[in-house]
């Protein structure tokens, strides 16, 4: 089978492979689409802390079952011929987290596509409790979205039970608009999206988001405007950037909540007398849990996968998508379909 493989150091390409051999308790996927996430790019760039070449990465992926192995005296409960996506996290269950409700925080958490090979190749195979249905009404390249979306759906529920009358989201890359697309499953209605690239940007705005070009536009004084000058109740931080780390607190109002969903690879100055004295509320967020990803699922056939995806490769195409994803003018989710 093809399969795009972390060959080494800034070395991702399309290889021939073998197909997996399906183990008891796993089934074979023939994967339908696989979109490239952030973290293949820090893979692909050898910056990632656990990836090992050789390695075929994938975790955001969408397919159907053609295979099923169950464990002996185990009833499967999906069936060949399920659409199918997997909620990749492989965790520890004896750690802290684990034992109390927080697999997805596992003090070894390991992820499917990242800890072991993954699903950019026309079959994986994947442990049956891990996968998940998906209707048949959504489509293969939105079902490869329901896991980023995840990652906004959790984001949003970090913020618990902070009032939602209105939010700033920092970053308008494919988590930026995912979180801001969970807060309207929420129904928060008053959300303005930041960012400093046009292209995405546009998009924000076709999802039916306020923009603000915060390269053109004083992001701080829009906020204040729209708020009469108290400061967002909200902030997602989507942006990953240092400037965005800056930013954060003055955009907050007094006693609003930041929940960061970008993940900062350095350590990056925040303004902490503001966080004291308006008493703002700074929560981390991890992928998700079990029911985030069941929320996902759910919501996936109303995202407007169209405006989030912005290029659609074959599997032939794997330097080419990797190319893509370090110019983030007019790319937004570069997706494999087999
Ligand atoms: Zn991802
Ligand atoms: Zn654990």
């Not at 993954?118 to 896991?147: M, R, S, T, W």
């Amino acid at each position: 089978m093809k399969a795009i493989s972390y060959q080494g150091v800034n070395d991702v390409r399309t290889i021939e492979t073998d197909e997996p051999a399906c183990r008891p308790g796993h089934a074979k996927i023939r994967v339908r689409a696989a979109g490239i996430c952030g973290t293949d790019m820090a893979i692909a760039a050898g910056k990632h802390p656990r990836a090992r070449a050789p390695l075929i990465m994938g975790h955001e992926f969408s397919g159907e079952i053609v295979q099923i192995v169950p464990e002996p005296g185990k009833a499967p409960e999906l069936s060949v011929g399920d659409r199918v996506t997997a909620y990749p996290l492989l965790t520890c269950g004896h750690c802290f987290a684990c034992t109390n409700g927080a697999a997805h925080v596992c003090r070894t958490l390991k992820l499917i596509g990242i800890d072991c090979d993954g699903a950019f190749a026309e079959y994986a195979c994947v442990p049956l409790d891990l996968l998940v249905k998906v209707p048949g009404h959504v489509d293969y390249a939105a079902g490869a979205l329901i896991e980023p979306l995840a990652v906004g759906i959790h984001a949003v529920e970090m913020a618990k039970d902070a009032p939602m009358d209105n939010a700033v989201v920092l970053g308008a890359g494919p988590i930026g608009l995912l979180t801001a697309f969970a807060l309207s499953l929420k129904n928060v209605r008053d959300i303005i999206v930041a960012d400093i690239n046009p292209s995405r940007l546009a998009r924000a705005g076709q999802m039916g988001f306020r923009t603000v070009n915060s390269a053109e536009q004083d992001l701080n004084a829009v906020v204040a405007e729209n708020t009469n000058g108290e400061g967002a109740a909200l902030l997602f931080e989507c942006a990953g950037a240092e400037s965005a780390a800056a930013q954060m607190c003055g955009l907050a109002r007094s006693r609003g909540t930041i929940v960061m969903a970008g993940v900062h690879k350095d350590p990056h100055a925040v303004d902490l007398r503001t966080l004291n004295f308006r008493e703002i509320t700074l929560v981390g967020s991890r992928v998700y849990t079990r029911s985030d990803y069941k929320a996902a699922v759910g919501a996936a056939a109303q995202l407007p996968a169209d405006i989030i995806i912005s290029h659609s490769l074959g599997i032939e195409d794997a330097v080419q998508g990797f190319e893509f994803m370090k110019h983030p003018d007019g790319v937004c989710k570069v997706v494999f379909s087999m």
